[in-house]
């Protein structure tokens, strides 16, 4: 199987989505922006060995090259209007890149979001793909915008990729229903687009939480130019707490916990802000794309951030970093 068999078998397909004047096949896509939208573009690259372990089921793989990218036009706030895949294989196999094409095209289709275009090539197994979402011009949803007074506030649960992580790294041991739920957060997760599409309008800032929340948020709060103060006994892992319930031989420590919930990355989760006077307007956003939400802080106009635990006694939050490709 050459290059542009490989292509036309797995990447082409009919690209009949709003705006995709021109898909797979020519030099470039052809896109056609709605008036009155700006585009919102991103891209994310995952590197074997460094972003996903080799041997990694393909069509998880598939599903979490979209899914990183698609988390970044929720933090925006942006709709998914059509991504590329520039693609480095060691070889052409064709079961592998089968099982790969479905896990990623079956979440673009979820999205309607369709491959437009992309680059074959081989190499050392990497993915990089590039999404294109619109929104009103203006209207994005920014690292900048968070003010003193307002709600910190995360969607769904942090932590259970770090959770993950550390069971398939042999630190930690999980009961395997649990190992699973875990290793599925990690290797398939949710970006949070409606979400983001609800929070138009309403968050003052938002970010999505790819390398741990209190290095992100750090990002927000030097975008902002503002502090915040955290409650670190909200944020647990959902799948820990399940464990330490059901008494399976696997109590964690609370400083492990928190290390996975401030700390671990790959939660693509949304961490935002919203004036304390639309507390009920969150809400409502929440509740209407069935996505948890909890408040997890305060903004503040003096710098830094303050971790605090349930009796409000100060922690340090340096503790906490989160991952540095070169740190
Ligand atoms: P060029 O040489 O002009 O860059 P290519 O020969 O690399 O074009 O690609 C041919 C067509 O196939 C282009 O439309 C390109 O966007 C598309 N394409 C290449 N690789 C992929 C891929 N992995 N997924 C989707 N489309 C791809
Ligand atoms: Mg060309």
């Known amino acids: 199987m050459g290059e542009f068999d490989l292509i036309r078998r797995f990447f082409t397909r009919p690209a009949a ?39 990694t089921d393909p069509q998880r793989l598939g599903h979490k090259a979209l899914a990183v990218n698609l988390s970044d036009l929720a933090a925006c706030g942006a709709r998914p209007r059509g991504f590329t895949l520039a ?3 060691p070889e052409a196999n064709e079961a ?19 491959l437009v275009g992309g680059d ?19 209207q994005a949803l920014l690292r900048s915008g968070a003010r ?28 395997q229903p649990l ?14 687009v409606a979400l983001g599409l609800a929070l138009r309008g309403i968050a003052s800032s938002a970010i999505d939480v790819s390398d741990g929340l209190l290095g992100d ?27 330490d319930s059901e008494g399976a031989n696997c109590q964690f420590d609370l400083d492990f916990l928190r290390q996975c919930a401030l700390a671990g990355g790959d939660d693509y989760e949304l961490l935002f802000t919203a004036p304390a006077a639309l507390r009920s307007a969150v809400a409502q956003a929440a509740q209407a794309c069935c996505t948890a939400v909890t408040r997890i802080g305060r903004i503040e106009a003096e710098p830094g951030l303050r971790l605090v635990d349930a009796q409000g006694q100060a922690l340090d939050a340096r503790r906490y970093a989160s991952f540095d490709h070169f740190g």
């Open 87 to 89: 693609l480095a294989l």
């Open 148 to 175: 003193a007074g307002d709600d910190l506030y995360v969607s769904g649960h942090l932590g259970d990729a770090r959770l993950a992580l550390e069971a398939l790294l042999g630190r930690i041991q999980l009961p």
């Open 217 to 243: 948020l750090g990002h927000v709060l030097r975008a902002s130019g503002t502090g915040a103060t955290v409650d670190a006994s909200i944020a647990i892992t959902l799948i820990a707490a399940c464990a």
């Open 17 to 55: 989505a709003p705006g995709v004047a021109l898909g797979v096949g020519d030099d470039c896509a052809l896109l056609q922006p709605t008036p009155g939208m700006q585009w919102a573009i991103s891209s994310d690259m995952l590197v074997e060995g460094r972003h996903f372990f080799a041997g």
């Open 96 to 114: 592998w890149l089968q099982t790969f094409a479905q896990g990623l095209l079956q979440l673009a289709d979820a999205h309607d979001c369709p």
């Open 179 to 192: 190992l699973q739920a875990a290793q599925w957060r990690l290797e398939q997760p949710t970006p949070r």
């Open 120 to 138: 074959t090539t081989r190499g050392p197994l990497n993915l990089c793909v590039t999404v294109f979402g619109e929104l009103p011009t203006g």
